[in-house]
C-alpha cells in the first residue's frame, strides 16, 4: 500500500534555556538515553507519511548543529533558523514546508515522549479539515490569587483543558493564521490560539501526561522517572 507524503512538520527547538542552569540548551540535554530533541526527530521519521521535518534551532546552531541530529531519515531533514519568539520560529518553519505538505504538525521539542498513538489522532483530525489540539483535563482545583497571593476565587475547572503539542492543521489554516499573526505582529503562545483568533474551528484530542513540558531543572528528573514507570 503506498502511502501519500503530506504531512509536515514544524520541531520547535530555538529556546534558549533560560530557567536552566549552565549554558547547555535543554533541547541538547540527554534524557532517556538520547539527547532531548532527537526523541521527537526521530519519532516523526517513522511515519510514511511524513514528507519532511524541519527542525528550528537557535540561529547560532542553525549552520552548525550537533552531529547527532542526523541520526534519522536526512533525506526528510531540514534546518530552519529560530525567531526572537516562539511564533516567529514556527513561521519560519512553515516558509521551508515543501509544495507538497498538505497537513502541518507544530511539535516542541521540549515534549520528548510525546506517544505515537497522539500523533496519529492530531493528523486524523487535520485530515478532516480541523486543527486538532493534544491536551488533558485539567484535574486540579485552579484559583485566581492577586498580586499579593490572596486569593480572589476558585476557577470552575469543568470544561477545562491543558493545551499540549503536537498540533495539528490544514496547511492553509495554519499559514493562513500566521500570515494574519506576523501583518499584526501579535503571536500566542500556541498555534491553535492563532487558528482560534481567525475563527478556525479547532478540537482537542486526548493527550497523555507522558508528553510534559521540560521547563525547569527538576522537569528531567520527573520526565524521566515518568517514562521509567510507563515502561
Known sequence: MTVTRDVGVVLVAAGASSRLKGNELKQFRWIGGKPMLLHSLQLFHQR?????????????????????????????????????????????????????????????????????EVVDAVIAEARNGRGAVAAVPVADTLKEVDAKGRIVRTVARDGLWRAQTPQAFPRDMIEWAYSEAKRAQAYATDCAALCERQGAEVVVVRGSERAAKVTEESDFALVEAMTRVAT
Open 48 to 116: 510514511d507519511d511524513v514528507a519532511m521535518v524541519v527542525c528550528v534551532l537557535p540561529r547560532q546552531y542553525a549552520g552548525d548543529p550537533p552531529p547527532w541530529i542526523f541520526q534519522c531519515d536526512v533525506d526528510r531533514l531540514l534546518v530552519s533558523v529560530g525567531g526572537k519568539v516562539r511564533g516567529e520560529s514556527v513561521l519560519h518553519g512553515l516558509e521551508d514546508m515543501p509544495d507538497e505538505v498538505r497537513i502541518v504538525v507544530v511539535h516542541d521539542a521540549a515534549r520528548p515522549f510525546v506517544t505515537m
